[in-house]
């Protein structure tokens, strides 16, 4: 590509010539081969860049590779790139990762494709037929939590592109990353086993352990956690949780009861204490006002 963007081609093509050193033009030259050589070579795999890395112009690497890697026909190579989209599959990779792989092979099985067509219709359908195979083979190499999705997807009347079955794909892949990050969270599975239980003692309670019938004797039921009677530690609400049928305002209507009582056994105290001192005032003042009788002399 840059070769063909910079107007180069004629450095690989030989048809520039090479000027003698003594040329003005010589350096020039020099400078714009080593900068194509440059751009060949570093389009290579290191094995293959240093069986051409000395030769010192850009069209004798050129020339190398056309007789090394071209046998006059893109039959090879077009074999090996559907064999590579074929048996492409995710294994263990991210989404992104497969799916760019699988792009780059098919466009470059575009670039190769020979086939002419004319007529509009024929051209959309044949579209219409490659992009339906690339769709299977996207979807054939996804993991295993894809199942589920890839079912809907397949199922669907009008199958979608490629590039909307890698949107749905995409989105499912960000639920099972969302899912995942609760799931290692402490806090959060600790909240979710604890709701978990909660509603599965409640379900067990409607069915297995009804309410408690009143003919029974409770007094001789104690909860070692609370020290309380009336219940056990195995059917202790604080613990286990309460019930749908759990009326939760006899808890408030007893605290209150409470402080009812409380505060009528204060006031009665008081009242005590008042008849108390008033008794005390009245035979004070029957003594003539002072309450010690044996001190009458005082007053005199």
Sequence with gaps: MHITEWEKLS???????????????YEKWYAENQKVKRWLLISMSPEIMKRYLRLPTAQEIWSALSKAFYDGSDELQVFTLNQKAFTANQNGRS???YYGELTE????LDHRDKVVMKDPEDIAAYRKSIERQRVHIFLAGLGGDFEQVRGEILRKDLLPDLEECYALIRREAVRHASMKAESDNPDTSAMVVRQQLTRNWQDQSKTNHPKTDPNIDKSTFKCTHYNKTGHTKSRCFEIVGY?????????????????TSTAAIAKIK???????KA???IAATDYGGHPNKTDDWFWY
């Design 11 to 25: 450095y690989i093509r030989g048809k520039t010539n090479l000027p003698k050193e003594s040329e003005d033009g």
């Design 105 to 108: 092979l098919f466009c470059e």
């Design 270 to 276: 008081t009242e005590a204490n008042v008849d108390e």
């Design 95 to 97: 989404l992104s990762e």
């Design 279 to 281: 008794s005390a005032l």
């Design 243 to 259: 019930p749908d049928w759990w009326d939760h305002n006899r808890d408030q209507q007893k605290k209150d009861s409470k402080k």
